[in-house]
């Protein structure tokens, strides 16, 4: 009965393997990509290095790509939040949206008057509050009667995409632009609540979003709060044992997780959008962000780089086109990453060995690896 | 049956040179082992000794890293629980495999290929019924799982096997979850099923039942084999020598004559169990100062909810919980975790301690809302290190690495962890539900002596637990707890096992003298 491996499950993942088994990933992605441009009948060199270059050659470029990136990282955060406390909030698209609402409903109800300082304050913190909120519907039933928050959360990801739409499209409500006589436009918000840009079009909206994550690690893993977060999202009944109040947490991580996600919504408000654009609002930037947590393995700080990462993606995308290659070939690419970080998993809580070394060989190993 | 019958039929298990180890960790090594037909082959060992896992091997549900098993006489190699039962090999677990909405006629037919889709419910019934009445296994084959006792799930367990007709049965701690009268039952049904020329494999803690029921011992040690013996020349002593590897010594208990002034006056507690039933009716009980009271009673009479109700766990429907004279009833778990109660619940991982966090975290549970752990806002981190590392120390918790989840020690270090970090806080009352439980010899005696040591210093203790040999030893009143109601009390001097056994059974008080 000798078999040539076996795999069984390890104690403790070594520190490098966490970091290798992501970039693992992205590396056999792009391997996969290639094998698909080739069957296509590209030259996937080419497509890789306009992707590159478009992504990180220019500085306009990598401006650009951070301007996608910033949305994901909050998206990113909220998904995170939620799902460390097995809170399945779905719903980032959703509170995304209604953030964008909200804060834009402001940004045009202020007076052209109201010092700058004050109206970009208030269209953001619109845009955490009108999240939480849209969380809140699918929250409070879960708290209360027990509700599925899949289930809730996805559907109201499709009340606020038709609602927004509605805002623009098919009403002549305030967040529509009266002065657009050809085809519906959002009312842009007044120019005092505009977030300034400083790099070609990236604002001040990532540092916002960097502040978000770092808030989110140090709350976690600092402070008193964080680690009753820690205790509810490992077990509901040992954090019921020692006193903590396990609905309030939930709802608290919950609400927050919306705010994050309607952050990311008033900040393209007040940022590059400037107005409630419902074209350039539904692009699954919640769903994606769902992506980048997941690939960061639920760190906050880890969703940084990889919000770039999918940023840059995001935006070589469309580049791609001007030599023939269809924009969704980085849908295939993200899709693969995803896969294959997913089965990563795999490695990090398992070990492969072969028999004639034992555990303890390849532990002492790993630990010099590690020093 | 005489050693000559033993070399003429091959033996009806055989393992040959078996290593098996998870987590780098060996639990079996270099295993040789043989059961003969017609016997009942007792497993005796510590906790961790490997027991288990030997037996799962047998039964397909892990495979040997190396080493060769015989069915027989024939090389087999099994590739999962079902092709052992198809071979005739079947376990009894610890933790049954009963689908309790089902009634038993059709947990039997479950998963069994010889029943037909067309196979009716009256004759699935009346095969299970026969095959009850043959072993004199009084179940209601209509009966649902979920409506039956834990003795009487596992009677189902082992029809299960029998209607599949096993040659080859193993029972995990069968006795773990039986009151003494369904014990014997037990083994009197296991000496039957071995006549018939069926062979069992027995796992136990416990020398007595051994003893009585089995044919020969096999003792594990750390993963190995460390004899074999035939149990009518075995000594109960010699036996535990080989088990622990020393001799063993029962906690020498003081009777503690420093009782003191009531610390726990509960009256006429009335707590809902999870279905909606009276689970604690109207119970009353007095833990002082300085004392441990001891409840008996089998598993599922009210103890969850006893204990739970008076922690704050559970919603309590009447009655009243004081504590040092304060009346707590209506106070939140945290209050009353403030006012003194620490608690020792029955299962670790699930609600003792967060079995994701380190050791180092899960010893800060109680008391991270202060000082050293957290200043105002802020965790200290260095405090969780330093205070951690004491306590490990201190209590001998062992196996703890930087980073480590705790679910990833062994059961006797994440129960001495557990108590560690519920003693060290402020406290004046200590409830513990079964605390020795699954626990190795060395591990129990280190637990007992830290709930003496607790007694000794001046703290109530209530200790709530199925196994009475923890309770005799520790307990300096006995109470038994049946139908979520108190159906007898003494001094623990006065108890005896067979006393016990009756009133947990449900029996009435025994005759007047």
Partial sequence: MSRRFIIEPRGLAPWWLKLLIPIAS???????????????????????????????????????????????????????????????NIGGEGQLMFGAIVAAGVGVWLTESTPAFIAIIAVILAGAVGGAFWASLAAVPKVYLGTNEIITTLMLNFIALNLMNYLVFGSFSPWRDPESTQFPQGRPIIENAGVPEFFHRLDWGLFVAIVVAVIAWFVISKTRSGFEYRIVGDSFDTARYVGIKVPKKVLGTFLASGAAAGLAGSILVAGILGKMDPRSLDLGLGFTGIIVAALARLNPIAIIPVAILMGALNNAGPALQSIGVPSATVKILQGAILIFAVAGEFLISNRVRRPDRTPQDIEVEEEAKAA | MSQGAHSQTPPAVELRDMDKSFYGVFANQDVNFSLAVGEVHALLGENGAGKSTLCSVIAGLYRPDSGEMFIDGAPTVFKSPKDALAAGVGM????????????????????????????????????????????????????????????????????????????????????????????????????????????????????????????????????????????????????????????????????????????????????????????????????????????????????????????????????????????????????????????????????????????????????????????????????????????????????????LPIRLLSGGNLQKALIAREVVQDHCLLIARSPTRGLDVGATSTVRDQILAERDRGIAVLLISEDLDELLALSDRLMVIYEGE?????????????????LMSGSSEEQPA
């Fill in chain 1, 26 to 88: 992205v590396i056999a992605a792009l391997i996969i990509g290639a094998f698909f441009l080739m069957l296509t009948g590209n030259d996937w060199a080419e497509v890789y290095t306009k992707m590159l270059d478009t992504a990180f050659g220019s500085g306009r470029g990598f401006a650009e790509t951070l301007v996608s990136a910033t949305p994901l990282i909050l998206t990113g955060v909220a998904a995170a939040i939620a799902f460390r406390m097995l809170v399945w």
């Fill in chain 2, 92 to 403: 009894v677990y610890q933790h049954f495999r009963l689908v309790s909405n089902l009634t038993v006629a059709e947990n039997l037919a479950l998963g069994n290929p010889e029943v037909s889709m067309r196979l009716s419910q009256k004759e699935l019934e009346e095969e299970a019924r026969e095959i009850g009445e043959k072993y004199d296994f009084p179940v209601d084959p209509s009966a649902r799982i979920w409506q039956l006792s834990v003795g009487q799930q596992q009677r189902v367990e082992i029809l299960k096997l029998l209607y599949r007709d096993a040659r080859i049965l193993i029972l995990d701690e069968p006795t773990a979850v039986l009151t003494p009268l369904e014990g014997e039952a037990l083994f009197r049904t296991m000496r039957v099923l071995a006549d018939e020329g069926r062979s069992l494999i027995f796992i136990s803690h416990k020398l007595h039942e051994v003893k009585q029921v089995s044919d020969r011992v096999t003792v594990l040690r750390e993963g190995r084999v460390v004899g074999l013996v035939e149990t009518a020349d075995a000594e109960p002593r010699d036996l535990a020598r080989m088990m622990v590897g020393k001799d063993l010594e029962l906690p020498t208990r003081d009777p503690n004559e420093s009782i003191g002034d009531p610390t726990l006056v509960v009256e006429d507690l009335v707590v809902q169990g999870d279905r909606g039933l009276t689970a604690v009716n109207s119970l009353s009980i007095t833990v002082n100062a300085g004392e441990v009271v001891g409840i008996a009673g089998v598993s599922g009479n009210g103890q969850r909810e006893l204990a739970q109700g008076i922690v704050g766990l559970m919603k309590v429907t009447g009655g009243s919980v004081n504590l040092e004279g304060t009346d707590v009833t209506s106070m939140s778990v945290l209050q009353r975790i403030k006012r003194g109660i620490a608690y020792v619940p029955q299962s670790r991982l699930g609600m003792g301690l967060a079995p994701g966090l380190t050791t180092e975290d899960n010893l800060a549970l109680k008391q991270y809302r202060g000082p050293p752990y957290s200043h105002g806002p802020l965790l200290s981190a260095g405090a969780f290190e330093s205070r951690g590392a004491e306590l490990i120390e201190e209590f001998d918790i062992r196996g703890v690495r930087p980073g």
């Fill in chain 2, 486 to 502: 108190i159906v007898g009390e003494m001094p623990a001097s006065e108890a005896t096992a067979e006393r016990l056994g009756l």
